[in-house]
């Protein structure tokens, strides 16, 4: 069975603060990881990553995909209290594309 | 502008009374599905579609039919709700090509209240 497991659960900083946010994985068939930020509504798209070692950058964010170790980190440098929010982690495998998502982490950024 | 609309956003029902949750995507997209989210559970797959007439369970289908009889609409069908199933549902879609899903594109969630 597909399984994502994000670390921590719940987050609280203070603005400025850096963080980072963690993703593991156990998938047949790797496909790709992709992450979202979900505030009171739709989950939006931040970054998929396919390749190991490769950064993907936005802003304040970024997120890099390690293949070997089967996990991912997205970091939120100086935050902010628009930052808040749940972030999901989903990996795509298996022969059907299936997509399984982690339990989130909730952010909070306190000013 | 691209999106997945979905329908109603808000429904209060009662136990036993079949429902329909519309949802619609005007990307030409492939792979539709849909999830349920509960506090402390995360996103759950419910099915997914791979494209028209092709449908699978996913995670957690029981209680819940879907179809796919064209390409840009996908409904949910409870057919006898229970208060277990009141939830925050999306649908999403997405297309897949050389070995790899697209990102998903989420509508913009129904939630659904079982009295």
């Known amino acids: 069975e597909d399984k994502v497991v994000q670390s921590p659960l719940s987050l609280v900083v203070h603005e400025g603060d850096t963080v980072t946010l963690n993703c593991s994985y156990e998938?047949?068939?790797?496909?790709?990881l992709l992450w979202y930020k979900q505030e009171k509504k739709a989950p939006t798209f931040l970054f998929m990553l396919t390749s190991s070692g490769i950064e993907k950058k936005s802003g304040r964010l970024s997120s890099i995909l390690d293949k070997k170790e089967l996990f991912s980190i997205l970091n939120i440098t100086a935050t902010q209290t628009g930052d808040s929010a749940v972030y999901l982690c989903?990996?795509?495998?298996?022969?059907?594309?299936?997509?399984?998502f982690g339990k989130g982490t909730l952010l909070t950024v306190n000013p | 502008e691209a999106q997945v609309t979905q329908n109603p956003r808000y429904l209060i029902t009662v136990t036993g009374k079949k429902l329909t949750v519309t949802c619609s995507q005007n990307m030409n997209h492939e792979y539709m599905s849909w999830y349920r989210q509960d506090p402390g559970l995360g996103l759950r797959q419910i099915y997914y579609s791979m494209n028209v007439e092709v449908t699978d369970k996913g995670d957690v289908p029981e209680g819940y039919k879907v179809s796919r009889k064209e390409k840009r609409n996908f409904p949910l069908i409870l057919e006898s709700p229970s208060p277990n199933q009141t939830s925050l549902y999306f649908c999403?879609?997405?297309?897949?090509?050389?070995?790899?899903?697209?990102?998903?594109?989420f509508g913009q969630g129904t939630r659904l209240t079982v009295v």
């Open positions: 989903g990996v795509s495998g298996g022969s059907n594309y299936k997509l399984t």
């Open positions: 998938v047949t068939n790797f496909r790709s």
């Open positions: 999403a879609s997405s297309t897949y090509a050389g070995g790899t899903n697209t990102e998903a594109f």
